[in-house]
């Protein structure tokens, strides 16, 4: 079974900056996508940043300009760098792998993480 855990979520006052890791454990083979998304109080989950086996980056729009996203594929690890944290980037953000495929080929379509709590305060 494949897992996903975030860390390095926390409180930070605005303007300041954090970096959330997030490991996937269990018998991995590959992932196509690794990404981040966050779900605010009262909101729908979105997007964040994500980025593929290949390096390729993908951010929204808002977050483009501060955040950062990069991956280190042999320890199928992702990473969030989060400067010039604002209180609207108060949520629980949740790591995500696309398309994980184990050595026996088991393939899972997507695999979420429990989630960590970045709060921003004013």
Not at 14 to 36: D, E, K, Q, V, Y
Not at 88 to 108: F, I, S
Request: aromatic content about 6%; hydrophobic content about 35%; overall charge positive.
């Amino acid at each position: 079974q494949v897992q996903l855990v975030e860390s390095g979520g926390g409180l930070v006052q605005a303007g300041g900056s954090l970096r959330l890791s997030c490991a996937a454990s269990g018998s991995i083979r590959s992932i196509n996508a690794m990404g981040w998304y966050r779900q605010a109080p009262g909101k729908q989950r979105e997007l964040v940043a994500s980025i593929t086996s290949g390096g390729s980056t993908n951010y929204a729009d808002s977050m483009k300009e501060r955040f950062t996203i990069s991956r280190d594929n042999a320890k199928n690890t992702v990473f969030l760098q989060m400067n010039s944290l604002k209180p609207e980037d108060t949520a629980v953000y949740h790591c995500n792998a696309n398309d994980v495929v184990t050595p026996l080929l088991r393939r899972y379509r997507e695999v979420w993480g429990q989630g960590t709590l970045v709060t921003v305060s004013s």
